[in-house]
């Protein structure tokens, strides 16, 4: 693919776009994004908020540590960080820089403010909606779709900004519908590494460091840890580990680790899982650092491609996106050939399309250990001469087409699930153990 092919120029700035550092769970971080720049808006510390969120950012935010909150979960916490330590300017890592003496100024204000809690529940399935007052002052923010998209500003009733939100509905850029898996590859094999070297070295150096952070100390269920345990420890095989590191920088990230982490897909966890293992084979395999930035371009792109169907959050678990991004990277570096490519997408989406999502927390690292297992085991199947073939269950002829497919499934088909796995979180959620 020539530089002056306009999808060389769509695939460096879509790579751009999507791969920028966020410090912990992004949907918390994004409310705690919208409670800062409420109060910037404010003018002053509010003493009343009322957080208004769709059922999928609900979901997503209940049951995760909040980084720099000193272990505080949820809604209420998030917006509270936001408004006391939120540095709006620092979009995804809002409250980085956290200091002690506004920990316990967090928890002083979750304990003197008026904080409430509205499920929105229209069509929309990314939106956040934050109103803070004091007195007869106030201050309204919306996002919608994407972590940071701030659509509304209002000042004491005033629209001050308003950015048309689009439909409800799934939309796809023009940009995003040049992705498929033939020019991934050749845009892989024949990208410049100067035009990806800053946000794939920056995802490389990120993400290592808090799965590293991940193995060793302790955090949320120790998924990591525990398969090195069981699986050879020192001596684990190649895939056991790029499954075990991606899923401690889970284990670190879903337990409010302040290290931050370059996303995918404004995703975190999916950042981890398109990325780590790859750069663990590419380690094993002792490639060039050339070699593992187009595999990495590679892997992010095509879990992209998927999640540009899916939409940014559904009941389809983003991880299996992801870890089939993680198998087509770590096929490329054995020297794949783009047949083998495909058919390692489309086998790997046809072994686990119906994971669920039921928001982040502990057992999302166990989630991405099972999908790179996934993604691997589809470049494993056509190495040995095996494939799943057109007519079984979901699949079809071309990868791109089962690329949509599945796609069409975690959009469509699974709106009823998601809206079920929010009515259970919400009405029947138990804090504590199962036993």
């Given at each position: 693919m020539l530089k002056e092919d306009p999808r060389y120029a769509a695939y460096v700035s879509i790579l751009r776009e999507e791969l920028v550092p966020a410090m912990g769970c992004t949907e918390p971080i994004s409310v705690a994004y919208a409670a800062a720049k409420a109060r910037d808006v404010l003018g002053c510390i509010p003493d009343r908020i009322v957080i208004g969120c769709s059922g999928s950012i609900i979901k997503n935010v209940k049951s995760v540590i909040v980084p720099n909150t000193?272990?505080?979960?949820?809604?209420?916490?998030?917006?509270?960080?936001?408004?006391?330590?939120?540095?709006?300017?620092?979009?995804?890592?809002?409250?980085?820089?956290?200091?002690?003496?506004?920990?316990?100024?967090?928890?002083?204000?979750?304990?003197?403010?008026?904080?409430?809690?509205?499920?929105?529940?229209?069509?929309?399935?990314?939106?956040?909606?934050?109103?803070?007052?004091?007195?007869?002052?106030?201050?309204?923010?919306?996002?919608?779709?994407?972590?940071?998209?701030?659509?509304?500003?209002?000042?004491?009733?005033?629209?001050?900004?308003?950015?048309?939100?689009?439909?409800?509905?799934h939309e796809i850029s023009p940009e995003r519908r040049l992705l498929n898996v033939a020019d991934i590859y050749d845009f892989a094999g024949t990208l410049d590494p100067a035009d990806v070297e800053e946000v794939l070295s920056r995802q490389i150096a990120f993400n290592m460091a808090i799965a590293e952070e991940g193995m060793r100390n302790d955090y949320g269920a120790n998924i990591g840890k525990t398969l090195l345990r069981f699986h050879g420890g020192e001596n684990a095989s190649t895939e056991m580990k790029a499954r075990a590191w991606a899923a401690a920088g889970s284990d670190a990230r879903m337990h409010g680790c302040s290290l931050p982490v370059v996303i995918n897909s404004g995703s975190g966890n999916q950042g981890l899982t398109v990325s780590v293992p790859v750069v663990i084979y590419a380690r094993d395999l002792g490639v060039s650092h050339e070699?593992?930035?187009?595999?990495?371009?590679?892997?992010?792109?095509?879990?992209?491609?998927?999640?540009?169907?899916?939409?940014?959050?559904?009941?389809?678990?983003?991880?299996?996106?992801?870890?089939?991004?993680?198998?087509?990277?770590?096929?490329?570096?054995?020297?794949?050939?783009?047949?083998?490519?495909?058919?390692?997408?489309?086998?790997?989406?046809?072994?686990?399309?119906?994971?669920?999502?039921?928001?982040?927390?502990?057992?999302?690292?166990?989630?991405?250990?099972?999908?790179?297992?996934?993604?691997?085991?589809?470049?494993?199947?056509?190495?040995?001469g095996q494939q799943f073939y057109a007519g079984d269950g979901l699949v079809v002829k071309g990868v791109d087409a089962n690329v949509e497919n599945v796609g069409r499934l975690g959009r469509e088909g699974m709106r009823d699930t998601n809206r079920e796995i929010i009515e259970i979180m919400l009405g029947r959620f138990s804090d504590g153990r199962t036993d």
């Open positions: 000193g272990g505080l979960k949820g809604l209420e916490a998030a917006a509270a960080a936001g408004v006391i330590a939120g540095d709006a300017a620092q979009s995804l890592e809002v409250i980085a820089g956290t200091t002690p003496d506004q920990l316990q100024e967090i928890r002083d204000y979750l304990d003197r403010s008026e904080i409430s809690v509205e499920h929105l529940t229209g069509d929309r399935v990314f939106e956040i909606r934050m109103k803070v007052s004091r007195g007869e002052e106030s201050a309204t923010v919306r996002i919608t779709d994407t972590h940071t998209n701030i659509t509304l500003i209002e000042k004491n009733g005033r629209i001050l900004t308003r950015h048309e939100a689009g439909m409800a509905g070699a593992l930035l187009r595999a990495l371009a590679l892997s992010n792109l095509i879990a992209i491609q998927q999640k540009t169907y899916i939409g940014t959050l559904s009941a389809f678990c983003g991880a299996v996106c992801a870890g089939v991004g993680a198998g087509a990277g770590i096929a490329y570096l054995h020297g794949a050939d783009l047949k083998t490519v495909a058919h390692t997408v489309a086998n790997a989406l046809a072994i686990l399309p119906g994971m669920v999502c039921d928001g982040a927390k502990p057992s999302c690292a166990a989630k991405i250990s099972q999908s790179v297992e996934a993604g691997i085991f589809g470049w494993q199947m056509y190495q040995n």
